[in-house]
């Protein structure tokens, strides 16, 4: 099957899942840079369902081979917190070591950001569950940069569509995103699981990022 096949059905096939484990809810949330959305995606709870778990980390681990390729990066680094667990499997699969970044930086010990072995030069993958801002992958590439180490590319399950995708490309970062938002919202739209009305919300939450 060729790839852009597979990625559709891939989306088809993640969609009814993250619904299915409530992981895509709608209403009116506050993201964590104080901005309101009609829609919430969490994607932390995936890991409690195993069949949703095995089938995102294949999905990842699809859109990595395919839209990164393996010859651009020789370790992955997980995103705190909600990367750390997608990237720690994805890692283990494709026979990459695993790397995390922290969140502060540790008083005792190293005082390190970045967990796990990093040489000068080695070309990280920095992996999350989706992208908003891009404010948390930037930061993690910062502080891989810092200890050495190289990042041009950074991978999401979805693209919010709010900004991130430029943001990273400021950054000499290029995104790989197996689905944006917009097309979330088409699969449930045509589905029925999603209303008109809440379609045009996520529409217009995605023109005003």
Known sequence: ???????????AELCTLLMRVSAIKFGTFTLAGGKLSPYYVDLRVVPSFPDAYRVTCGAFSETITHDVGLARFNRISGIPTAGIPFASVVAFQMKKPFLYVR??????????????????????????????????????AKAI???GGVVNDAVVLIDREEGGKEALAKAGIRLHSLTR?????????????????????????????
Do not use: F
Request: charge should be positive; aromatic fraction near 2%; charged fraction near 30%.
């Open 145 to 147: 940069r810092a200890e």
């Open 1 to 11: 099957m060729a790839w852009n096949d597979e990625r559709e059905k891939l989306r």
């Open 181 to 209: 938002m917009s097309e979330v919202a088409k699969i449930l739209l045509k589905t029925g699981t999603l209303s008109p009305d809440q379609y045009k919300s996520i529409a217009k939450q995605i023109r005003a990022g």
């Open 103 to 140: 969140k502060d930086v540790k008083t005792h010990g190293r005082e390190r950001m970045v967990e796990g072995i990093l040489l000068p030069g080695d070309k990280v993958l920095v992996l999350d569950d989706l992208i908003t801002t891009g404010g948390s992958l930037i930061n993690a």
